[in-house]
């Protein structure tokens, strides 16, 4: 006898739900829960801002956040070697730059290194 739950498609699932027994039916949803969790995992190793999204739960995305984390997967994909971004105070561009991005940036290319800079120094006593 085959296992129902082989080769089926998404598009499947809600005739074949009812014809299943309950523990088929668990099954079926820690499948689904586990490919919606490696489908999360893959975002955030991919795209920079669902990183953000993922390590920052409070953040509250804005279109300039989005044209920042295009900017910085284009860096880090070597297609862009220099980058400026000229926005005003508290727009995110520190704890993008600074904090989330070599953190993603190392997840993502853990054989490659990164080098922060700034053009002041601030010493602490």
Same mark, same amino acid.
């Given at each position: 006898?085959? !296992?129902?739950? &082989?080769?089926? =498609?998404?598009?499947?699932?809600?005739?074949?739900?009812?014809?299943?027994?309950?523990?088929?039916? &668990?099954?079926?949803?820690?499948?689904? !829960? @586990?490919? &919606? =969790?490696? $489908? $999360?995992? !893959?975002?955030? @190793?991919? #795209? *920079?801002?669902?990183?953000? +999204? +993922?390590?920052?739960?409070?953040?509250?995305?804005? #279109?300039?956040?989005? #044209?920042?984390?295009? =900017? *910085? +997967?284009?860096? =880090? #994909?070597? &297609?862009? $070697?220099?980058?400026?971004? !000229?926005?005003?105070?508290?727009?995110?561009?520190? +704890?993008?730059?600074?904090?989330?991005?070599?953190?993603?940036?190392?997840?993502?290319?853990? @054989?490659?290194?990164?080098?922060?800079?700034? @053009?002041?120094?601030?010493?602490?006593?």
């Amino acid at each position: 006898m085959s !296992n129902p739950l &082989e080769d089926i =498609a998404l598009k499947d699932i809600p005739t074949i739900l009812p014809l299943l027994s309950i523990p088929e039916q &668990e099954k079926l949803l820690a499948e689904l !829960n @586990h490919l &919606e =969790a490696l $489908k $999360k995992r !893959n975002l955030i @190793h991919d #795209r *920079f801002l669902n990183f953000v +999204e +993922e390590m920052w739960p409070t953040f509250i995305s804005g #279109r300039h956040h989005g #044209r920042m984390a295009s =900017a *910085f +997967e284009r860096v =880090a #994909r070597g &297609e862009c $070697k220099r980058l400026i971004i !000229n926005m005003p105070p508290r727009h995110t561009k520190s +704890e993008f730059a600074s904090y989330l991005l070599p953190a993603w940036f190392l997840g993502k290319y853990p @054989h490659k290194k990164v080098i922060q800079t700034s @053009h002041t120094g601030r010493v602490w006593s």
